[in-house]
C-alpha cells in the first residue's frame, strides 16, 4: 500500500524558515520511494524575516504557511487541520525555522518552548507508533518532547565541518542520549520510532546533505511499512 507522510514545514529559506534543500531532498526520496506527500505548516507569523543576500533582519513580516507554501508548490494545508489518523509517518526538514517559528530554541535553547501545535503532532504519531523522521536542527523537537529519545544532531566537537555541535550538549542537558554520526549516516531510536540525521549541521556538499537524507527516508517509510 502507499504510504502517506505528513512534512512539516517552517516558512521558506534557511535562515528563518525550512532548508529548501533539505525539504527538497526529503520530497524527492519520498517521491522515488512512492509515498504520497502532505505538506503542513502552522499558519503562523515568523518570527523574524532574513534578509538572505545580508543574513540580517529586515523590518518584513511575512506568514509561515504562506511562505511554505513556495516549496509545498501551494499544496499545503494548516497544521491544525493535520489528523494523524489518515497519515502513516511525519517527518520534518531543518533550518533555523525549526528553532525560530516551530519552538524558541533560537532564543532560549534547553529551555525553549515548542510550538502547542507541532508538540501535539509529535506526541500525536507518537502515541500511535507511528515512525517520525527529523533531520537537521529539528531533533531537539524530540529532545524537549520526548524524555529520554535518542537523536543525532551530527558530531559533539565542534570544529569548521561541524560548527553547530554545542547543540549535542544541549540535547544532552535535556536527558536525551546524543548518538554522534556522520552527515551520511542516521540513527534510530527503536524505541520511540524514531529516525534522526543530521543534514546541514555539518558543512557538508550538497550530495552529502541529500544522501544522509534519503537514508532517514527508506528508514522512515520501512517502520511505516511494518506497523500494524
Not at 188 to 214: F, Q, W
Amino acid at each position: 500500500m502507499v504510504k502517506k507522510v505528513a512534512v512539516i514545514l517552517s516558512g521558506c529559506g534557511v535562515y528563518d524558515g525550512s532548508e529548501i534543500h533539505e525539504a527538497s531532498a526529503v520530497l524527492v526520496h519520498l517521491s522515488r520511494d512512492g509515498a504520497q506527500v502532505a505538506f503542513f505548516a502552522p499558519n503562523v507569523t515568523q518570527m523574524h524575516v532574513i534578509d538572505h543576500t545580508k543574513g540580517q533582519p529586515s523590518d518584513e513580516k511575512r506568514n509561515v504557511l504562506v511562505e511554505s507554501a513556495r516549496i509545498a508548490r501551494g499544496d499545503i494545508q494548516d497544521l491544525d487541520q493535520l489528523k494523524v489518523g489518515e497519515l502513516d509517518a511525519l517527518i520534518i526538514p531543518g533550518g533555523f525555522g525549526v528553532a525560530k517559528n516551530l519552538s524558541t530554541w533560537a532564543e532560549n535553547g534547553k529551555n525553549c518552548t515548542v510550538s502547542k501545535a507541532v508538540e501535539d503532532t509529535i506526541k500525536a504519531f507518537h502515541a500511535a507508533k507511528k515512525p517520525i523522521g527529523l533531520c537537521c536542527i529539528s531533533p531537539i523537537l524530540a529532545a524537549k518532547i520526548l524524555p529520554g529519545c535518542e537523536v543525532t544532531v551530527g558530531q559533539d566537537q565542534e570544529c569548521e565541518r561541524w560548527p553547530h555541535a554545542k547543540t549535542a550538549d544541549a540535547v544532552k542537558e535535556l536527558g536525551c542520549k546524543h548518538i554522534n554520526r556522520n552527515v551520511n549516516e542516521i540513527h534510530l531510536d527503536a524505541r520511540y520510532k524514531l529516525v534522526t540525521s543530521c543534514a546541514y549541521m555539518c558543512n557538508a556538499p550538497a550530495h552529502e546533505v541529500y544522501d544522509g537524507i534519503g537514508k532517514l527516508v527508506r528508514e522512515v517509510l520501512r517502520l511505516a511499512r511494518v506497523h500494524p
